[in-house]
């Protein structure tokens, strides 16, 4: 099974979804089962943000754009491949704490919160 922002996805799921955009786009050469699978999996390796982190997003401001998450993702992706688990990512919009096994944010701060905190619990840091 897979896990797509926080929901299981199965296999049966994703026939299902297949059948219904093939029999709706059969014209149109739509994409088939294989790349919705593909779709699916890569959509479990992208960043997703707790409830927590989102509302301290909310709360502090910060823009989260499309530049940001590639950051994020691109970051994560570097500290997967140390080995890393729990990773500070610090950028000009602030840090951001990230569960890497989970690929979940659960907290973030803005640069000038940074200057009052002290980072625990964390085994790496990945500038941007």
Known sequence: MLQKLNQTVSVQ????????HSSIGAKQGTTGFGAL????LEDSQKIRFSKHAAARVEQR????????LSDLNQAVGKAREKGA????VIGRQGAF????PNNVVVTTMTSQEMK????TN???????
């Open 85 to 88: 688990k729990d990773v500070v």
């Open 116 to 119: 009052q905190n002290i980072f």
């Open 97 to 100: 704490i990230v569960n890497v």
């Open 122 to 128: 964390i085994d790496s840091a990945v500038l941007l």
């Open 37 to 40: 699978l593909q779709n699916a």
């Open 13 to 20: 799921q994703l026939r299902l979804e297949h059948e219904q």
């Open 61 to 68: 401001g910060i823009e989260v754009t499309d530049s940001l």
